[in-house]
């Protein structure tokens, strides 16, 4: 059984840094590009960084350039996601996916981060 397992979300005052994890079991993760996604409330999820399964080419929404950093550990089938700087409306659940083309796709279920002072 796939599992995706998110930790390290919390409550974090503007300008201070978190780091994600996403531990993965059941599935080989270097055979999975690997996202991280977030909701917050009343919108829609999105895409904030992915990164992919063979060389490990990284990509980034616009509003986290330069303030997060998404890294993948094989051998402990973990991917994190460093984030500096956190602004309010980095507020929202995270979530993290791991995708296999053509039909392998797995999400787990959330940790909530709330940047508030």
């Known amino acids: 059984q796939v599992q995706l397992v998110e930790s390290g979300g919390g409550l974090v005052q503007p300008g201070g840094s978190l780091r994600l994890s996403c531990a993965a079991s059941g599935l080989t993760l270097d055979d999975y590009a690997i996202g991280w996604f977030r909701q917050a409330p009343g919108k829609e999820r999105e895409e904030v960084s992915c990164?992919?399964?063979?060389?490990?080419?990284?990509a980034y929404a616009d509003s986290v350039k330069c303030r997060f950093t998404i890294s993948r550990n094989n051998a402990k089938h973990t991917v994190y996601l460093q984030r500096h700087s956190l602004k309010p409306e980095d507020t929202a659940v995270y979530y993290c996916n791991a995708n296999r083309e053509p039909t392998w796709d797995y999400w787990g279920q959330g940790t909530q981060v709330t940047v508030s002072s």
């Open positions: 990164i992919s399964s063979s060389d490990g080419i990284t």
